[in-house]
C-alpha cells in the first residue's frame, strides 16, 4: 500500500474532488435528459468543469500513479465523463481515508507532530523537510540549536558535543562556563542527557 507524502493537503484535495464530481454528476444528468428528449443535441461539458479536471487528474495521480491520466478520446461523452467520475470518486476516498490509514500504518512509537518541535529545530528546518531535503533539514536544524546553545551561554569557545556535556554539567557555574537546568529538581542529572550531546556526535559522523 502506497504511504502519502505527508505535505499532501487532504483537506484541499476533499474540497477540490468533491465540487469536481459535482460538476460532473451535474454533466451526467444533463447529458441524460438531453438524450431523452427527442431531437436535443448533448452539449459539451462547460469550459470550468474542464478545468477543474485537470486540478482533479493531478490530486487523483497523487494518491495512485495515474490514476489521473485515463485516456478520453476514444469514448462518447457520458462514457468520458463516466470515467472521469469514477477516478475521482477513488481519488476522495483515499483523500477522506488518508490521515486514518497513517494512523493504523504507524509504528507503534512515539511520535510528535513536526511544527510541535521548539522553534530553534522547525523553523530553519521546515522548507527543506518540506522540499524533501530530510536530511539537510536535520543536519540545518542540528546547526542552529548549536549556534543558539552558544549565543546564550557565550560559548564560542566550544561547540556540539563539548558544549551539551558542559552546558548540562551537573557542577555548579563556574567563571566562562554556565550551566543549564530543566525546570523542576535541580540537584539531581537531568534525564536525557545523554541525548543531546549523542546527536549531535551523530551528525558530526555522518
Not at 474542464?50 to 489521473?68: C, F, K, M, Q
Amino acid at each position: 500500500m502506497r504511504l502519502y507524502d505527508p505535505v499532501v493537503d487532504h483537506a484541499y484535495a476533499i474540497e477540490t474532488l468533491t465540487k469536481f464530481l459535482d460538476g460532473v454528476n451535474q454533466h451526467l444528468s444533463d447529458l441524460d435528459s438531453a438524450n431523452m428528449r427527442e431531437g436535443v443535441t448533448p452539449t459539451d461539458a462547460p469550459q470550468e468543469l474542464e478545468l477543474e479536471e485537470v486540478r482533479a487528474r493531478l490530486i487523483e495521480s497523487t494518491y495512485v500513479p495515474n490514476l489521473g491520466g485515463y485516456v478520453v478520446d476514444e469514448w462518447s461523452q457520458r462514457e468520458r465523463w463516466w470515467i472521469a467520475r469514477e477516478a475521482a470518486i477513488q481519488a476522495l476516498g483515499r483523500a477522506q481515508s488518508a490521515e486514518e490509514i497513517a494512523v493504523f500504518l504507524r509504528p507503534a512509537s512515539p511520535s510528535i507532530a513536526a511544527d510541535d518541535l521548539h522553534p530553534w529545530v522547525w523553523e530553519p528546518a521546515a522548507q527543506l523537510w518540506a522540499a524533501g531535503a530530510r536530511q539537510d533539514a536535520v543536519l540545518t536544524a542540528a546547526r542552529t540549536v548549536n549556534r543558539r546553545l552558544q549565543q546564550k551561554l557565550n560559548r564560542h569557545d566550544i561547540g556540539e558535543t563539548d558544549l551539551c556535556m558542559q552546558s548540562f554539567d551537573m557542577k555548579a557555574p563556574a567563571a566562562g562556563k554556565p550551566r543549564l537546568r530543566f525546570d523542576g529538581d535541580r540537584s539531581t542529572r537531568p534525564p536525557g542527557l545523554s541525548w543531546p550531546s549523542g546527536t549531535s556526535l551523530r551528525m558530526r559522523t555522518r
